[in-house]
C-alpha cells in the first residue's frame, strides 16, 4: 500500500519560513519522481516544484524562495519555503509518479492528504 504522509504547515507572518516534509512508503524513490503541488479555493492544483531524472522544476512563483530536496535513504522529500508571501497560502500535496511533471497535476499517480499553510500579511 502506497502512502504519502505530509507534515510541516502552519501559520507564518510574511517573510517566514516553513519547511514541509513528506514521508513516502510503499514505492522507492529509486524509480519515482516526486514533487510538491500547491491548490487554493476554486483553483486548479498546481505544480510548485518537482523532481524528475534528478533534475528539479520550480514554478516561476517559487524560484529563488523554494528548495526541494530528497532524502532517498529515508524515503522522504521536503520543500524548503522562505521568504513566504501571502499569495503562497493554500493546501500543500505531496505526489510522487513514475512520469511526473510539475505542469501536469494528473501525471501524479499517489498524492498525500495535504498540509495546509497560511501566510499573513
Known amino acids: 500500500q502506497v502512502q504519502l504522509l505530509e507534515s510541516g504547515g502552519g501559520l507564518v507572518q510574511s517573510g517566514g519560513s516553513l519547511r514541509l516534509s513528506c514521508e513516502i512508503s510503499g514505492v522507492s524513490l529509486d524509480y519515482y519522481d516526486v514533487g510538491w503541488f500547491r491548490q487554493v479555493p476554486g483553483k486548479d492544483r498546481e505544480g510548485v516544484s518537482c523532481i524528475r531524472d534528478k533534475k528539479t522544476y520550480l514554478s516561476d512563483s517559487v524560484k529563488g524562495r523554494f528548495t526541494i530536496s530528497v532524502d532517498s535513504a529515508k524515503n522522504k522529500v521536503y520543500l524548503d519555503m522562505n521568504t513566504l508571501k501571502p499569495e503562497d497560502t493554500g493546501v500543500y500535496y505531496c505526489?510522487?509518479?513514475?512520469?511526473?511533471?510539475?505542469?501536469?497535476?494528473?501525471?501524479?499517480?499517489?498524492w498525500g492528504q495535504g498540509t495546509q499553510v497560511t501566510v499573513s500579511s
Open positions: 505526489a510522487a509518479g513514475l512520469s511526473l511533471q510539475c505542469i501536469e497535476r494528473r501525471s501524479a499517480d499517489y
